[in-house]
């Protein structure tokens, strides 16, 4: 049973445009949510992170927008370039948990110059 | 301050043979958890060592153990190796309760032939 569901598998968009990434989750007593960024042969590099206080995280080109009760996340790269082409996983986890993240299946970007 | 490094980077093994891949966690981090990530496919939760005892599992066999050492470095080991294991084994080093990301080493490529 998958905890966090990713769409869409993969993404292809121009350089400038806006590349939205969507995830939804079943269990809510995730607390913590955030995106990863994977480059080919590299671990994942930690983007962004929200907590389900607030609907909306903003740092730099990345905003995470957060629904509660839709239950969703997406993740909107703004002005996307080709150096963002990498996939991107989003995660959920339970803080006072020993902190095991659940990742969805990922979503590999292309941006094309 | 170091990142979390991961050796070795590429493994080949042999079905039925065992295992041991090794992590060095980022300076300040007293907890690793180990994920392994399939191609295509976001990381899995293995488990987690806090205090060098096991805080927590993943649905892996026992077949997958750990350890982790005073200086807060880990061990995997996986025993009597399946074709199925062939994956990105990733190491991800964290603060206990900070209730904040990883930071993931580059991972250890096993194949299993």
């Known amino acids: 049973q998958q905890q966090v569901k990713q769409s869409p598998q993969s993404l292809i968009v121009q350089k400038g445009g806006i590349s939205i990434i969507n995830c939804a989750y079943e269990?809510?007593?995730?607390?913590?949510f955030p995106w990863y960024q994977q480059f080919p042969g590299k671990g994942p590099a930690l983007l962004i992170a929200?907590?389900?206080?607030?609907s909306e995280k903003k740092e730099g080109r990345f905003t995470i927008s957060f629904n509660k009760s839709a239950k969703q996340f997406s993740l909107h790269i703004m002005d996307s370039q080709p150096g963002d082409s990498a996939t991107y996983f989003c995660?959920?986890?339970?803080?006072?948990?020993?902190?095991?993240?659940?990742f969805g299946s990922g979503t590999k970007l292309n941006v094309k110059p | 301050e170091t990142g979390v490094t991961q050796s070795p980077t590429h493994l080949i093994k042999t079905r039925g043979q065992q295992v041991t891949l090794r992590c060095s966690s980022q300076?300040?981090?007293?907890?690793v958890s180990w994920y392994q990530q399939a191609l295509g496919q976001g990381p899995q939760f293995i488990f987690q060592?806090?205090?060098?005892?096991?805080?927590g599992r993943g649905n892996f066999p026992p077949r997958f153990s750990g350890l982790q050492f005073p200086n807060y470095s880990s061990e995997l080991n996986v025993n009597a190796l399946e074709l199925d294991d062939s994956a990105l084994y990733l190491c991800?080093?964290?603060?206990?309760?900070?209730?904040?990301?990883?930071?993931f080493g580059s991972g250890t490529r096993l194949t299993v032939v």
């Open positions: 929200i907590r389900p206080d607030v």
């Open positions: 991800a080093s964290s603060l206990a309760r900070s209730g904040g990301g990883y930071t």
């Open positions: 060592y806090y205090r060098e005892e096991e805080n």
């Open positions: 995660a959920a986890s339970i803080r006072h948990n020993f902190n095991k993240f659940y």
């Open positions: 300076s300040g981090h007293n907890t």
């Open positions: 269990n809510t007593a995730f607390d913590y």
